[in-house]
T-cell receptor, first 119, second 110 residues
Framework: EVQLVQSGTEVKQPGESLKISCKGS????????IGWARQMPGKGLEWMGL????????RYNPPFQGQVTISADRSTATAYLEWSGLKASDSAMYFC????????????WGQGTLVAISS | QSALTQPASVSGSPGQSITISCTGT?????????VSWYQHHPGKAPKVIIY???IRPSGVSNRFSGSKSGNTASLTISGLQAEDEADYYC??????????FGTGTKVTVL
């Protein structure tokens, strides 16, 4: 069974660092794009960027370039989304997804990770 | 690279048909047949219901259909049911080899 399992809820303070994870199982992790999407409270979904784990090619959507870091550990089939200095505006639900059955749509999704930033 | 434009809300009575539009540019919707649609119930993972403009994944009801004309894609839900009440997002591959979502549409079943 294909699964993307994300790490749990995080409560952090502004300025702190954070790395959330998305572990893939049931498929060849390195052979498919992994994408990250954000949903801020009461707002719509936004694509943040995507990664090809086999080559570590990463593409960031412009608003997120320089704001987050996407990475992956091929040995553990885990993708990561990382911040080095959290802001209150980073409070959101974050989803990972993969393109298992086609290159241009996202058919398997993680359950989401809620990140809350508060002083 | 702006979000694709969708109506904020669409409503209909059970059994009716509704259509959600998704307007982009020639650099995304108009330039590629890689528009997909996602159904999203709050607090849950999004679910793809249409890909490549008009193809339904296995297991998705045939009440969902998609089309495209120029820079605008559309999702039609026919025979509206209570379980269809959710947020719907279009997404398109872009010229920059990225993806962009639509602004999202809340579907209400009256």
């Amino acid at each position: 069974e294909v699964q993307l399992v994300q790490s749990g809820t995080e409560v952090k303070q502004p300025g702190e660092s954070l790395k959330i994870s998305c572990k893939g199982s049931g498929y060849s992790f390195t052979s498919y794009w992994i994408g990250w999407a954000r949903q801020m409270p009461g707002k719509g979904l936004e694509w943040m960027g995507l990664m090809w784990p086999a080559t570590s090619e990463i593409r960031y959507n412009p608003p997120f370039q320089g704001q987050v870091t996407i990475s992956a550990d091929r040995s553990t089939a885990t993708a990561y989304l990382e911040w080095s200095g959290l802001k209150a505006s980073d409070s959101a639900m974050y989803f990972c997804a993969t393109t298992l059955n086609g290159n241009f749509f996202w058919d398997y999704w993680g359950q989401g990770t809620l990140v809350a930033i508060s002083s | 690279q702006s979000a694709l434009t969708q109506p904020a809300s669409v409503s209909g009575s059970p059994g009716q048909s509704i259509t959600i539009s998704c307007t982009g540019t020639g650099s995304d919707v108009g330039g590629y047949n890689h528009v997909s649609w996602y159904q999203h119930h709050p607090g849950k993972a999004p679910k793809v219901i249409i890909y490549d403009v008009s193809i339904r994944p296995s297991g998705v009801s045939n009440r969902f259909s998609g089309s495209k004309s120029g820079n605008t894609a559309s999702l039609t839900i026919s025979g509206l049911q209570a379980e269809d009440e959710a947020d719907y997002y279009c997404s398109s591959h872009t010229r920059n080899r990225l993806y962009v979502f639509g602004t999202g549409t809340k579907v209400t079943v009256l």
